[in-house]
């Protein structure tokens, strides 16, 4: 049985042994630059690191991590489909952190829910996402401020505060991943293709998708993505697209005559 290892205060590991951190990540700049970032630290070390979910789940038993770091984005599975594998097949005892360019308002809610213990944007410095790895080490919940107050007034309000969501929020976290990767221009084939899932089945997640974002057929819903996307999948609500104007005809020659 691994020793437990146990984070003072200060962030030091107790035992003098170093926690072992594994990340997810599809972009090996970012994979080297946060290895960097951890490996400066006396009390962290990276066991591993990989670019794909699938990699993911068959290289960390091996590497025996006390942490993974996730990040939503990923080739193939998703990083919340990642999550869901790895409560699934190491429940509490395998903490996950997830560090993404993504809107922590739109995913940190779903990421916990999937299982995972904290979420940090790439966008913050790196004395953040060192904070955030010793505070799951820790066995706590790493959130930012602001997102923690949504969250509790989401608990103290309930369903007043999902009035004013965004309709993007209403998407579940397969159709929020479709609708993600529709706006990259992907295809429907190459989506059903990289979930492993049935042309049948994307098709019937994008319908839901148009039905709760009030679209009207697919190429509004793939300009909706594209639009989303571009903004930078802020989790906010976008623009709605105009209805089309109604076609006005000139009048012939031959009218203007009578």
């Not at 951890?38 to 794909?52: H, W």
């Not at 990699?55 to 996730?70: C, S």
């Not at 594998?85 to 779903?110: C, F, I, T």
């Not at 529709?182 to 998708?209: C, D, M, V, W, Y």
Request: with cysteine; aromatic share 4%.
């Amino acid at each position: 049985m691994k020793p437990t290892i146990h984070v003072s205060d200060q962030g030091q590991v107790a035992t003098g042994k170093k926690s072992r951190i594994f990340i997810v990540d599809d972009h090996a700049m970012f994979r080297e630059s946060l290895r960097q970032l951890i490996e400066r630290e006396p009390d962290l070390v990276v066991c591993g690191d990989v670019a794909r979910a699938e990699e993911a789940l068959t290289a960390i038993p091996g590497a025996a991590p006390d942490l993974v770091i996730v990040d939503i984005s990923l080739a193939g599975a998703s990083g919340l489909d990642l999550i869901k594998s790895l409560r699934e097949k190491h429940g509490d005892h395998l903490p996950v952190l997830v560090v993404s360019m993504h809107a922590e308002s739109l995913y940190a809610e779903r990421a916990l829910r999937a299982g995972a213990l904290g979420y940090v944007t790439k966008q913050e410095p790196g004395k953040t996402v060192k904070a955030a790895i010793r505070k799951v080490l820790a066995g706590e919940i790493h959130l930012s401020d602001s997102m923690r107050t949504i969250m509790l007034a989401k608990c103290m309000h309930g369903e007043k505060m999902s009035n004013v969501a965004s309709p993007i929020q209403a998407l579940s976290d397969r159709e929020l991943e479709v609708f993600r990767m529709l706006g990259q221009g992907k295809g429907i084939r190459q989506i059903a293709e990289e979930f492993h899932l049935s042309i049948p089945t994307i098709n019937s997640f994008r319908t839901r998708i148009k039905e709760k974002l009030l679209l009207r057929n697919s190429t509004e819903v793939a300009l909706r993505a594209i639009q989303w996307v571009n903004n930078g999948a802020s989790g906010e609500s976008v623009a709605p697209i105009p209805a089309p104007r109604p076609r006005e005809y000139a009048p012939t020659s031959r009218a203007l005559q009578l």
